[in-house]
């Protein structure tokens, strides 16, 4: 498994934005896709948005496409989510999480897919 630890969470109005990191240690980073997932209250955890291993192919849930971009670094293992044009359903919970497999070759949207999870960080948009 590989560590994560998420950041740059926090409280903003509507329309805002907030970039979200995630640091990776332990297993190789850059053989294993990333994605971000979020969790509102009462809500199940669903995806946000995902990159391949090498960075190269993103994918992005459809509430989020065309706000919210993911970003991988490789060399500096780290997965970025900025999210611009912030709604209040945009509030939750958001987790990383790297996939179990390495070199997939497509994003996975499935939880079961990922082994490895960040301990969260709160995003609150006030309308």
């Known amino acids: 498994q590989v560590q994560l630890v998420e950041s740059g969470g926090g409280l903003v109005q509507a329309g805002g934005s907030l970039r979200l990191s995630c640091a990776a240690s332990g297993r190789t980073f850059s053989r294993h896709n990333m994605a971000w997932f979020r969790q509102a209250p009462g809500k199940e955890r669903e995806f946000v948005a995902g990159i391949k291993w090498s960075g190269g192919n993103t994918y992005a849930a459809g509430s989020v496409k065309g706000r919210f971009t993911i970003s991988k670094d490789n060399a500096q293992n780290t997965v970025y989510l900025q999210m611009n044009s912030l709604k209040p359903e945009d509030t939750a919970v958001y987790y990383c999480?790297?996939?179990?497999?390495?070199?997939?070759?497509?994003?996975?949207?499935?939880?079961?897919?990922?082994?490895?999870w960040g301990q969260g960080t709160q995003v609150t948009v006030s309308s």
């Open positions: 999480a790297a996939d179990r497999l390495a070199y997939r070759v497509v994003v996975s949207t499935t939880i079961n897919d990922y082994d490895s």
